[in-house]
């Protein structure tokens, strides 16, 4: 086939960067992925290098879906990637240090407090819709002041994944309407504007981007980077947003009740609303359509979880660690795990919060150990949901994606833990192939009411005969944090103590 047109959508995640080539009625044409590296420089922080990793796998993933795309026209590109985030870019929009990621980057605790002090709490989450967590933008920005001055005196934009993309490759710098309110307290969540007295206490003479919906034109690609990148000069390029809002899209998570729960590295629910509902407890954002809000919900470490302890175990195939633990009878035999190795986000907010193991005894393998660490996140699962029903929200539908629906030991333990009935889509590939439709819709292929045809595959529905003993430990569960917590908070700042200072940034 040839001559036809293709939307090209990339997505910049935590570990690694996807594309797709989708032709306008959804059909994957090509897809790749790109492997990189999070940097872990100081506990507490974050960082990826842009060049370095977004730049570069951008570029060596249009190479590679460039060649299979058999001549077909790009008519549009999107970029999505992690978020919120600070990049300082100086006024040609290089890197002026590697960028700081989400709330995995715990570094700005100080300057949360202080904010919170100077603009009030109550005020701060009435007009930003979120409380200042880790999560938040300015308070990093502030610190960037404070501690590196010479990159601050240097900076003149602020960046995202999304945003530096779309900067590279067009010059223009803007920022999607979602990324910007995350940027908490510099944005207004019910105008959708820049709270601009908000903006110059925190980051004063910073130059704020302009600001679009994530499916708005943002600008054309440059012959510079019509040349890196493969593509004619003059391609649309779409502003994009942050990771997770795009592959809700992806899977047709747009209307009021909708949600979205993200198995990967951390777990991440997103469910539409229409109007804005706030809790200090959780994240409301704009949503990526005009009159949308969302409630949003992020645990620190999930599928990590398991990670870790097959790291332990000296590395065993995937396959032999599931069946264990779906061997081990649900309660993983009165193992019951805290889900916190680092802090927690949502709805706890306590950056020294700590894992827990509890009960262990002798007769506990590793199988034991896997499932206990499964259900501990499904218990998160069960804290945010309850916490988002608090506030207005509560799904009529629930779409599971990532990484982590495969298998099914994961996706059940879940339901049967929650209650909750999960919908598993066809098209997997993620963020990506949201970027994608965004570009179609803003180049006009499709309307934002067409739906793309990714059907169900499955169904997980709860168990009900293990209802009574996933309450119990639920329980427990809840009971063990505020149990433990001032002994992890002195852990935590042991944990510190024995660590090196760190090293300057290299640009500071």
């Known amino acids: 086939m040839s001559g036809g047109e293709l939307l090209l959508g990339i997505d910049i995640g935590t570990a690694s960067s996807k594309a797709v080539l989708v032709s306008p009625d959804g059909e994957v044409v090509a897809w790749a992925t790109r492997l990189h590296e999070l940097s872990l420089p100081w506990p507490g922080w974050a960082e990826h290098d842009a060049l370095g990793v977004w730049w570069t796998d951008i570029l060596g993933l249009c190479a590679e879906l460039l060649a299979e795309g058999n001549g077909q026209r790009v008519a549009g590109i999107c970029v999505s990637g992690i978020g919120p985030c600070l990049l ?10 590697p960028a700081i990621l989400y709330g995995i980057d715990t570094r700005a605790t100080a300057e949360i407090a202080e ?8 005020e701060i989450l009435a007009r930003g819709g979120s409380p200042l967590t880790s999560q938040a933008v300015g308070p990093k920005l502030l610190w960037l002041a404070r501690n590196e001055p010479e990159v601050w005196k240097r900076t003149a934009m602020l960046l995202m994944a999304s945003s530096f993309a779309v900067h590279r490759l067009t010059g223009e710098y803007v920022l999607d309407r979602h990324s910007a309110s995350q940027c908490d307290p510099l944005y207004d969540a019910a105008a959708n504007v820049w709270i601009d007295e908000w903006a110059e206490e925190v980051a004063p003479g910073l130059t704020l981007p302009r600001l679009l919906w994530p499916a708005e034109i943002a600008g054309e690609v440059s012959p510079a980077a019509a040349a890196a990148i493969g593509v004619p000069p003059g391609t649309p390029v779409v502003a994009g947003t942050v990771d997770a ?52 919900a992020g645990m620190a470490t999930s599928g990590s979880l398991t990670g870790w302890l097959r790291d332990l175990a000296g590395k065993p195939p995937w396959e032999d660690l ?5 061997a081990v009878a649900p309660g993983a035999e009165g193992l019951l795990a805290l889900p ?8 706890v907010f306590d950056p020294d919060a700590r894992g827990l193991i509890c009960g262990l005894t002798l007769s506990h393998g590793r199988g034991h150990v896997y499932r206990a660490l499964l259900e501990a996140t499904a218990y998160g699962v069960r804290h945010n949901f309850e916490v988002m029903r608090e506030v207005g929200g509560g799904s009529r539908r629930l779409v599971a994606v990532g990484g982590g629906t495969t ?37 006009g292929l499709i ?14 529905e709860p168990e009900p005969e293990r209802s009574e003993l996933y309450d119990r430990l ?21 944990q510190r103590d024995v660590v090196a200072q760190p090293e300057p940034s290299p640009n500071a």
């Open 340 to 347: 916190y190795f680092a802090g927690e986000r949502t709805p």
């Open 474 to 494: 639920y329980g427990l569960y809840r009971d063990a944090y505020p149990a433990t917590a001032e002994i992890a908070h002195e852990l935590a700042g042991i």
């Open 447 to 460: 309307g934002s009411d067409v739906s793309w045809g990714n059907p169900i595959a499955g169904v997980v």
């Open 245 to 296: 809002w795009a592959e809700a899209t992806s899977v047709g998570v747009e209307a009021p009740g909708d949600a979205m729960l993200m198995y990967g590295s951390t777990m991440f629910m997103v469910e539409v609303l229409s109007g804005l509902h706030r809790h200090p407890k959780l994240w409301s954002t704009a949503g990526v359509r005009p009159g949308t809000h969302t409630l949003a």
């Open 407 to 443: 298998g099914g030991l994961w996706t059940q333990i879940v339901s049967n833990v929650t209650g909750q009935t999960q919908e598993i889509p066809t098209q997997a590939i993620g963020a990506s192939y949201g970027d994608a439709r965004f570009a179609a819709e803003a180049v």
């Open 322 to 326: 599931l069946a264990e633990a779906g």
């Open 88 to 97: 300082a870019a100086d006024a040609d929009g290089a890197p002026l240090r």
């Open 115 to 122: 904010l919170e002090e100077r603009l009030g709490a109550d």
